[in-house]
């Protein structure tokens, strides 16, 4: 670059292929950054992970269940929401299993 200059060095095609790359590579952290912010923010807010460990180390599936459905089904604020929700609740799992 310092020999033959800054527009012979934009111009190449390898580098040019390096840049994106090394911007993905970056742009991929930034997002894994931010999600991870994201799930600390609305755990701290329901405090889900804490409350739903309780009720399933003491079995009681039900109380995880209202945990569940109270999360899930929260309009108030959506700025802490679970983003990625799951498809069954835990009892109609155990249905299926059984």
Same mark, same amino acid.
């Given at each position: 670059?310092?020999?033959?200059?800054?527009?012979?060095?934009?111009?190449? $095609?390898?580098?040019?292929?390096?840049?994106?790359? !090394?911007?993905? /590579?970056?742009? =991929?952290?930034?997002? %894994?950054?931010?999600?991870?912010?994201?799930?600390?923010?609305?755990?701290?807010?329901? $405090?889900?992970?804490?409350?739903?460990?309780?009720? !399933?180390?003491? /079995?009681?599936? =039900?109380?995880?269940? %209202?945990?569940?459905?109270?999360?899930?089904?929260?309009?108030?604020?959506?700025?802490?929401?679970?983003?990625?929700?799951?498809?069954?609740? !835990?009892?109609?799992?155990?249905?299926?299993?059984?």
């Amino acid at each position: 670059m310092y020999s033959s200059g800054i527009r012979v060095y934009l111009l190449d $095609n390898y580098n040019l292929l390096d840049f994106i790359v !090394l911007s993905l /590579y970056l742009a =991929s952290y930034m997002l %894994r950054f931010l999600v991870d912010r994201w799930i600390k923010q609305a755990d701290r807010h329901y $405090n889900g992970t804490e409350r739903a460990r309780e009720a !399933l180390v003491s /079995y009681n599936y =039900s109380e995880y269940d %209202r945990i569940y459905q109270q999360i899930i089904h929260d309009v108030s604020d959506g700025s802490h929401s679970y983003f990625m929700k799951p498809r069954m609740s !835990l009892s109609s799992l155990e249905q299926v299993v059984k």
